[in-house]
Each structure stands twice: as structure tokens, then as C-alpha cells.
């Protein structure tokens, strides 16, 4: 039984000699990944233990552990599709954003098309000029609400067409389009609504919105911090942001 040190810097085992090989032969570790015997204090390289330099351990195709950090101390790989690169990703999200705007955009086409009347423009542009606050009564309410509750339609059908399709496949539509699955980690199956939407998408939501309320550092630090350590963390190995560590999800490409 030996226990390695994983790409992430954590320890992994005891694992048997032949988990130890499928994890060679997977990608997941090789030969100068560090381990230590059972009952041993001393790490080595892989490669310099007798029972993984035989000729009948197949060769790493990796310069160095990836993501051992995913598999769990005695748990066993298993094959699936290949992660989803990080600019198909990037891309999916681009798309969706794009797709969530088109849903808004009667709306906001309504609420711009009172806002560039003349009347209206030239009761802001004396407001800008003489200092003072735009009054309530400068702006005529009943007809900009229903470009608002056009926009609030547009979001819910967004939000609607988002659950569903990450429910029942895995999918956003910018996923879809770019031909993209989110997928659990430990079993590489479908997420379904609990890991896929709920606390992929909706937790990672609150957590951002919880951050961009609170005084002062809020918006200002704490939610960029957040956003941005989030899309960071595309550049792992295994290329999991905060969202799918939560929801112990991964994207992969189909």
C-alpha cells in the first residue's frame, strides 16, 4: 500500500500498487510523482519503488500529475469524454449572456424608444446642464412599465429555458451550442438539477449577490474578488472554477 502526493498538493491513499497503476496509466500520476510506502516516513518517486519500475507499467503520457486531485483514495478511474477546452467554455458563457440579452431586448428596446423621444431627451439634457436630480415627475412612469415588464418576462424566460436545459441535459444553451455537458466528477454522469443548476449556477448567484450588497468593500472589492478568482481557477488542471467545486461538477466535451 503506498500513499502519493496528487497534482493539488494533497495526499491521496493508501492505495493498492495496482490503483496506483491505473492512475500511470490514466494520465493521473507517473513515475516522479512522490509516494511513501506504508509504515515509511520516507517519499520517493514512484519510479524508484521496485514494484512500479517493472517494464509492465505502462508509460505516463504527462510530463507531471494533473488531476489526481480528483479521484478519491481508493476510488477507481474510469474513461468518459474529454474535458471541454477553456475557450469553448469561455465561449458557451459568451453565448449565453448573449442569449439572456436577447430574452431582455424588447424591453429594452420599449424603455429606449421613450428615453430617445425629443421631449424626453431635452428634459434630461436640462437636468444634466442645471445640476440638479432628475425628479420623478420628468419621467412619464406608466409608459415605461411595460418595457420593464417586458424585460422582466425576457429574464424569466431566460432563467426558465437555463433550469430547464441543465436539468434534463447538462446544457445551456451556449453549452449546446458549443457542443459542451456539465457533468458530476465522481461518476461522470449527468448532473440533473441539483448539482447541474442549483448549486452550480444558483449558489455561486446568491454567494456573488451576498458580496455586491455589503457597504463599501462589497462592490467595489469582495465581488470582483470573487468573480475574477472564479474564472481563475479555469486555468487548473482540471479546469474547475468555484461553481463546479461546489456542485463537484465538471465540463466536458461531447
Not at 38 to 51: I, P, T, Y
Not at 114 to 125: A, D, G, R
Not at 159 to 172: A, C, H, K, N
Request: aromatic share 8%; with cysteine; proline share 6%.
Amino acid at each position: 500500500m503506498f500513499t502519493i502526493i496528487g497534482g493539488d498538493g494533497k495526499e491521496y491513499g493508501p492505495v493498492t500498487i495496482e490503483q496506483i497503476r491505473a492512475w500511470i496509466a490514466s494520465g493521473r500520476a507517473n513515475l516522479d510523482t512522490q509516494a511513501r510506502a506504508l509504515g515509511s516516513n520516507e517519499w520517493r518517486r514512484v519510479g524508484d519503488f521496485a514494484e512500479f519500475s517493472s517494464p509492465s507499467v505502462p508509460p505516463p503520457f504527462m510530463s507531471a500529475p494533473s488531476s489526481a486531485a480528483t479521484a478519491e483514495a481508493g476510488a477507481t478511474t474510469t474513461s468518459g469524454p474529454p474535458l471541454a477546452s477553456r475557450g469553448r467554455r469561455l465561449a458557451a458563457r459568451l453565448l449565453d449572456w448573449i442569449f439572456g440579452f436577447l430574452c431582455k431586448l424588447p424591453g429594452v428596446v420599449m424603455i429606449a424608444s421613450y428615453f430617445l423621444q425629443p421631449n424626453v431627451l431635452q428634459t434630461l439634457v436640462n437636468t444634466a446642464t442645471s445640476g440638479r436630480q432628475l425628479a420623478a415627475s420628468d419621467i412619464d412612469m406608466p409608459r415605461l412599465i411595460p418595457g420593464l415588464i417586458a424585460i422582466g418576462c425576457g429574464w424569466l424566460v431566460g432563467l426558465v429555458t437555463e433550469i430547464l436545459l441543465m436539468s434534463f441535459r447538462g446544457q445551456s444553451v451556449g453549452k449546446l451550442i458549443m457542443g459542451l455537458r456539465v457533468v458530476r466528477v465522481i461518476d461522470g454522469q449527468q448532473a440533473g438539477f441539483l448539482h447541474a443548476w442549483l448549486l452550480r449556477e444558483c449558489v455561486t448567484t446568491i454567494i456573488g449577490a451576498v458580496l455586491s450588497v455589503l457597504p463599501v468593500l462589497g462592490p467595489i472589492l469582495l465581488y470582483p474578488a470573487f468573480s475574477i478568482t472564479n474564472w481563475c481557477l479555469i486555468f487548473r488542471d482540471d479546469q474547475r472554477c468555484i461553481h463546479d467545486l461546489i456542485a463537484g461538477t465538471k465540463v466536458v466535451k461531447i
